[in-house]
Each structure stands twice: as C-alpha cells, then as structure tokens.
C-alpha cells in the first residue's frame, strides 16, 4: 500500500473509510482515561495534522503508544472516519502504529511542544523546520519561488543561470567575498612583491556575485526576454534584521523595454505572487496572522486591488522637504533616500506601495540610462510600506557613448567592461530590467520582521553555522 | 501598438493581415535586383526567424536598408501575408523599418554570419547567445529547468534554497573553494602562528558548498519532500570537457522513501523532462540533430519507451570480468567503476540507460545506509549511454550507531556533525535522496559535448572570464 500525504487527506482527495498508511511526526498526544490516545500527527505538506485514534487493544498501545512524546516518528495503518465533533474533518482511527524513531531524552529535545521564541529557534536551524511557524514559511518561501518562475515562463523568459564566481564587481562598489584556491599560509606572491593571482584557481582575483544584470543583458541582447534567479552575496558587515550575507535575488532583462515597462511587469509579478500566496497557502497566512498578531491577508489584497502610485523623486524631495518630520538627515536634491525617508513616503504619506522614478545619476550605477535633463537616470525603486524598498530597476544605457562617460565618471576601470560594451558596439538596444531579492519579499509576505527567520540557514557576520 | 514576439506569429497567436510591431535583429539580407530587400529577424523568442519584405519605396531603403548587415537591431511595423511559396509561413511586409542599432565596423563583428566553430564561440561567452546554436541550448535548458520545478512541484516536493556558503564538506573529501573577506597581504595569525580565522567575515573557516544534500535532509525530516536545486563547486583542477568549477545541481530528498522509490521517481523525471523537451523544444531539437549530424529524438523517446535495467554492483563486477575487452584498470569486487566500465555496461553491454545498485560502502559516501549483508550500501547510480553517470542517490544511514561507526571508518570530524546526529537522535525516519548534474544533463539533451557550451559563463581550472 502507497502512503498518502496529509494534504491529501485534509483537501479530500483521499475517500473517507478507505484504509490509509501515513508517515509523518508527532505535534502532540493525549492519553484519555478510557484506554484511547489521541495522537496528532503532522507530515510537513500542510499547516494541519491528523488526529488519530489509538485504542488500548493496539499490540503495541502500553509499549509504544502511551510513551509517545512529541517529535517521534510513526507509520500509522488506519482507517478515515469523520470526527463526531466536526463532520468535515476526518480523523485516522488505528489499526496499526510502528514507531520509527523516539527522541533520545525528551526533556532534552529543543523543539519540544512547548512555545520557543524565533531568536531561541534560530540556534536550531537544522530542527526549527519542525515548528509549525517555520514550516509555515517553508511552504509559502515555495509557493512564491514557483509562482515567479511559472509568471516569466508564461510571459515567454528564459532562465539563464548568471555565474556565481564572478572577476568582476558589477555595482563597482560594495564589499565583496574573494574566492581562492590559496593556501593562506603561503599566499604566492611575484617578482614585485605583489600577490601572484596567476597561481590561483582561476589565474585572476574572483568573487562572489553581487548581481548577475551585467551578465544576463548580454542574453536580453539575443534571447530578448531573460532573467536569473540564483544566490547573490554581500560581504557587508550590517548585522541588521534586514540584512544577509547570502541570499537569493530574481533579476529580469527586456530588450526593447523601457522604464514604464518594467514597472508594469514588476507589478504585475509581485500581485499574481501574493494572489498565488493568498490561493495556496490560506492557512499559513491566518496562521501566521494569530500567531504574530498582524494583518497580513489584507495587506496583500490592498496591494492586488490598488495601484502603484508613481512618484518622480524631486516630487519625493519636495514631499520630505516640506513636511514636518524632522528627520535625521536634512534632504537636498540630490541626496539618496535613506530608510526613514522612504518609509515616511509609503507609510504614512501615501499609505500605500509606490513607484519612486528617475533619480540623480550621481547616486545610481554606472550603466542606467541618462535622461534628456541629463542630470537624472531612468531608475525605479518599488516601496512597500512597512518594509521600504524592495525592488530596484531601470533603463540600461545603451548608447556607448554615454556609457563611456559615465564608466569614466564613476571611476571603473574600463577595461573590465570592453565585454559589456561590445553589448552597445553591436546592435544595441534599449533595454530595462530589475531586481527582487526573495527573502526581503518573503518577509514581507510572512510578516516575519528578521530576514533571518525567512532563509534556512542564514549566513551573516560570524554567522556561517551548520 | 504593442510588439509581438516571433513565436506568436510562427505558432499563429496573430491573425494574418493585422498590423504588427516586431524588435529583434538581422540573421541574413538579401537585396534583390528589383528594389526589394528580404531580411531575415530574429528575437530569441524561437529558433525561426521571420522573413521581412522591405521594399525600395520605404523612405529610409537606400539609407539605411541597404546597408543592414548581420547583427544589427531594427524596429518593423508591418503586415503579415502568407508567403507565396509556403502557404504555411508568414511574412512581414514592412511599413516603417527603424534600425536601433547598428554593427560597428561589420568586418570584425565576432559573430559574422558566417560558420563558427563552438571552440571559437567560447571565446565569445557575452555573444555567442546570439548564434543558432547557443540559442537552441538556451531555450532547452530553460524548459528542462522549470519541467524539474513543475514536476517536483506538482508531487508535492518544497523547495528549499540550501547555503552556498558553508563550513561544512558534504562528501569529507574533494577540493573545495575558500570563502574570505581576509586581505591577502596580511593573513592575521594568532598567538600560536596558525591563522586567525576568528578574524575572518564569518569568525571560521568558510567554503563554496559541494552539495546541499546534508542540509536539506534536515527539511526532508519535518517537511517529507524537499528538494534544492541551485550551483554548487568542485575545485577540481580537472580541465576535461566533462567538468566544470561552477556548476547547477538539484538534490532531492525523501522521507520514508527507500532505494527503489527513488530510483523511479529519478526516471519518471527524466522522462517528464524528456517529454517536455521533445514537446517544447522539438524545432531546436532538429536543428541540432542536423547541425551536429546526431540522434537526439530518438535517443530521448527511447529513454521514454524503455524502463531502466537494474544492475546490481556484483553482477556488473561479474560482467566486466568476464567480457573481453581490456580494461585500463583490472577490476576486482570493491573497486569503483571507472567511466569505461561504466561506458562499456550502458554503451556496450545492455545498450541502454541502466541503474547499479548496492555498491561497496568503502567506495561510497558515509551517509549511504548499510545494507543487511554489511558490506554493501544502498546506493544507485544511473547511466545513460554516450555520457555515463547522470544522476546518483542512495538511502541514507537513518541509525545513529551505524552513522557513528562510519563517521569514525571515514575518519570525519564527529564534532562537525553533531547537528547532522540530531536528526537521527530525534525522530529519525528512513529517508532517501538523489542529485542530478543539470548541465551533464542539457549536454545529453542537446548532444554538445563539451559541458563549457550549455552553461553561459563557464568556469573551470584558469577560467573566470566575463
């Protein structure tokens, strides 16, 4: 006999009273004084457990049965019946229940029944899958992960995996972690002293990304629709709930797009993914909601109904400029919005997602694209309330002329990007893209405030456990 | 107007005579005698390209028209109209052709129109998308890789994004990368001389994962079915066309499942992604076999039609033994297959995708679970024919006693796997995994030998280009 899942069981798929094998673990039991336990029994594919029925004339009920704690696993023969309590549940009643693995000292085991904070679970990254909350987010980290492939795969994108090992540091900033060979003890070096990078693996000093766009624009510049979702790392020592040293970040090219473009897709992919979130995970989210006392099923369905507002950023200048906040920095045109700026914009000015459009080129990356005022570049950033920004695209500069200009305003090295530039040499066109970085979204969507709680196993300053 | 991408007009989403928009760039022009210009266009969408009839009565015919070459990038507005020579096809007869971009000096452009040889295309990792070829392989890898979460996904499978950056190594063995912000130059040292890596990012030594199995097994105990699916590395000074340093992997993983449901559900999706290859991709499909002069159709529906051989370990022994081929390496009971052992069984022997199982637990990994006769792991290995191995799995050793006594065999660190005990100390389940090489795979679909052209910036021993 094939086991079932308990999805299965709880969606109906399964027939009530036909004989069923499950396999999953204990959440809790309780031992009824008439000789009957009632064993809730979870499986990982839904929110819900079963409850079985074991009765006293089970072979193994004083054995087994009464010494079941919490976290054991069984293999459990039964038959579906519907609860008397609740005639739209079905409960498992027992022919047969095989412990597969008890837990050694129960009263050592750290995911016990009893509630554990996320800060204490963090400790426990291999086990923390097993509460209910994290398993929670499990689910819907999946659902979202497939709703953004199957959303650009209708829409015609081709995934293009975008190295990870990279000799070249796309935004031209930030710091990055080196990737070597070396043996530390003994890190050769040449005639003039210098580290000899030739004798490493790859013959030149390499990284990890911090973003595939560089590359995946040059298959926009052929495959026209593209985009890459993989790991993307910072080697920044913020040590914030905000930040991970790696994680995972979707990034999509158009050719022939232009900044409104984007926009329109950057929408449109964030509403079907909390549409799709709202469809298939239901009971994560009120579970979520009770358990956090927050407000999240709402929140996505105000984002699905209502549209981005659009902001140019000397209208958001004005706005800060003129309201009464004081702020701790003083804004002038310009200045890059911190985080306090940007959430005065969603939460409270606006109240709702907004789209902040066309900022100074002095404070964007090399390659966007520069207006005709050529003073501003044609950048966007998405800001939801409550979490600031979370997606930032723009125009790409595809005149390479301009190109070159900016490559020598911004100080690069320009012989590191002749590749790119042949991109413009070459049957340029204009093209636009963005980029979503997945754990700030699944924050979102949870509710769960530390990006830390959204990631398996989180990776940050003195942090690489496990 | 909005454009339309070629694959709509060759698949027929557009109705005939509607007027259209189309981007894309020039394959091939031909000027006729007559004043009519025939410029094939492509987009990237599909291997076809659409054929546009530009006549000398555009305003911009002699100006821009004539001088098109192969590469540019021209926005057409026009009417589509059957062809008069393949009612089947339709054309564009343009109204207004706008080149977007133009090739700087066509005599040098890299990607001429022109035969080039897939060596030479390498050198050329930014524009070889822009070739038939590579745009065929880049549409098929896209189809295999959402077929694996479509798949996955639709059995109820959770995806979950292992770590990159680890402290752990997976297999206990194999070259890994380091992963450091420590300034070359000045390795700090502690007292006793030996390197400080309290004072690197992560405050211990880190490196690029070989695996995400270890990881995910700790999902696969509380969420059933899991699986990963993202790069991995192998610091293999290994410069054959088979390896790469860099490259894509999904694990799966199962609770309660044993040897044998693994390997089925390991066929079912490679005949799933078979099929949807064959269904998707059957046009670039052609195109290879032609191009390369190979089967690849047959092959896969092959694979479809045929269940897999199984082979147990000692019997494939028996049969190198006793075949008359001269082997390079003598082999006994306990040695490892090699690739011509393994190329003789499949290619030779059966002629068929075939399965070995059981193999000897000196040669395998720690976490393979011990079979009842104690010598022997429950391993298995799939092989395909013309490529050898393509995907290999195992139960994993679900007792703690049994994992101890070969994490002491392997002589691993105990303490590095006091989490990976954990999950064996609580609740511990039967539970199995296999892992499959994406890029061995697309080179299997697509017939391109060499693993560096299905991969888009490949990376191996001296190359970190791009």
Chains 1, 2 share one sequence.
Not at 423 to 444: A, C, D, M, N, Q
Not at 448 to 457: A, G, H, Q, S, Y
Request: proline share 3%; hydrophobic share 40%; glycine share 6%.
């Amino acid at each position: 006999m094939k086991s079932v899942s308990i999805i299965d069981i709880i969606e109906k798929k399964i027939f009530k009273k036909k004989l069923v094998e499950i396999n999953g673990w204990v959440r809790t039991k309780r031992n009824s004084k008439l000789g009957i336990s009632f064993v809730d029994v979870y499986d990982g594919s839904c929110l819900q457990h079963i409850q079985v029925i074991a009765k006293k004339d089970l072979s193994n009920y004083k054995s087994d049965i009464l010494r079941l704690t919490s976290g054991c696993s069984v293999k459990i023969f039964g038959v579906l019946k519907k609860s008397l309590k609740n005639s739209k549940i079905y409960e498992l009643h027992a022919t047969c229940i095989k412990v597969l693995g008890w837990i050694k000292d129960p009263g050592k085991y750290p995911i016990s029944s009893k509630p554990h904070t996320l800060e204490y679970l963090r400790s426990f990254s291999h086990l923390r899958p097993r509460t209910n909350i994290i398993g929670s987010v499990s689910r819907i980290r999946n659902i979202i992960f497939q709703e953004v492939h199957n959303f650009l795969n209708k829409k015609g994108f081709i995934w293009v995996p975008s190295p990870i090992i990279t000799s070249l540091n796309t935004e031209g900033s930030g710091e990055m972690f080196k990737v070597s060979t070396f043996d530390f003890k003994k890190i050769p070096l040449n005639k003039n002293k210098l580290i000899n990078y030739r004798k490493d693996f790859f013959g030149k000093r390499t990284f990890l990304t911090v973003s595939g766009q560089l590359h995946i624009e040059s298959y926009a510049c052929s495959l026209s629709k593209v985009y890459t979702f993989g790991p993307t790392f910072r080697a920044e020592n913020s040590n914030t709930s905000r930040h991970l040293a790696e994680f995972w970040m979707v990034e999509i090219e158009i050719a022939f797009a232009k900044l409104n473009d984007i926009i329109l897709l950057a929408y449109n992919l964030l509403s079907n993914i909390f549409k799709k979130v709202l469809n298939k995970c239901l009971n994560d989210l009120i579970f979520l909601e009770k358990k956090l006392n927050i407000n999240i099923i709402k929140k996505l369905k105000n984002f699905i109904e209502k549209k981005l507002i659009e902001v140019e950023y000397c209208e958001a200048i004005r706005i800060l400029k003129n309201c009464e906040k004081n702020f701790r920095i003083q804004l002038k045109w310009g200045m890059d919005l911190s985080s306090e700026h940007e959430r005065y914009l969603s939460d409270l000015y606006y109240k709702s997602h907004i789209v902040i459009k066309n900022y100074p080129k002095e404070i964007k990356a090399f390659y966007m694209r520069l207006n005709k005022d050529k003073k501003t570049v044609a950048a966007a950033d998405i800001l939801l309330p409550g979490i600031g920004e979370i997606i930032g695209g723009s125009e790409r500069e595809d005149r390479l002329e301009y190109l070159d200009s900016m490559i020598k305003e911004k100080r690069l090295i320009h012989k590191n990007y002749e590749w790119y530039r042949d991109l413009r040499k070459y049957g340029t066109v204009p093209h636009s893209g963005f980029g979503l970085g997945i754990e700030r979204l699944i924050s979102y969507v949870t509710g769960l405030k530390n990006i830390r709680d959204v990631i398996p196993f989180p990776r940050s300053s003195k942090n690489a456990s496990f």
